[in-house]
């Protein structure tokens, strides 16, 4: 193998090929770009770690229940029996009837699980042992 430098095409492309530039000196981003080299570069941070940087003072905890539409979602998979998800998509049409119709085009599984798991939750960490989750938990585990 040469020691030759090998010409990075990404860089033109990225940055236009500047004559007067060498190996990527005083070249320029054109405008917009700025946004897809942090992308580029981002080594991992998540979108949220991202907001965090750029406002301040919004590190506090969601509360239970609020809506929270700039906020991020997280991609998961769970795992449901066939009854399970067959209670969750007759939920899904059921409250499709009866919102109206303009808030019904917003109804989704993901939605109303989320919604459940907040209320779930929020149970639990004000009741701990007596709450639904929990006990249901414990029933299964026995």
């Known amino acids: 193998m040469s020691n030759t430098k090998q010409k990075n095409i990404l860089d033109d492309v990225l940055y236009g090929v500047d004559a007067d530039a060498t190996d990527g000196q005083n070249k320029t981003l054109p405008q917009g770009m700025e946004l897809l080299q942090g992308i580029i570069h981002r080594r991992g941070e998540t979108p949220s770690a991202l907001s965090k940087q ?45 919102l109206p119709e303009d808030a019904s085009l917003r109804v989704s599984m993901s939605g109303i699980v989320d919604n459940a798991l907040r209320i779930l939750l929020k149970e639990l960490d004000e009741k701990r042992n007596d709450s639904v989750l929990f006990k249901l938990m414990l029933r299964n585990s026995e």
Not at 62 to 91: D, H, N
Request: charged share 30%; aromatic share 6%.
């Open 54 to 98: 750029e406002k301040p003072g919004k590190d506090k905890p969601p509360a239970y229940g609020s809506v929270l539409l700039e906020c991020p979602k997280k991609r998961t998979t769970i795992y449901l029996t066939p009854a399970t998800y067959e209670q969750l998509a007759a939920s899904k049409a059921l409250i499709r009837e009866l």
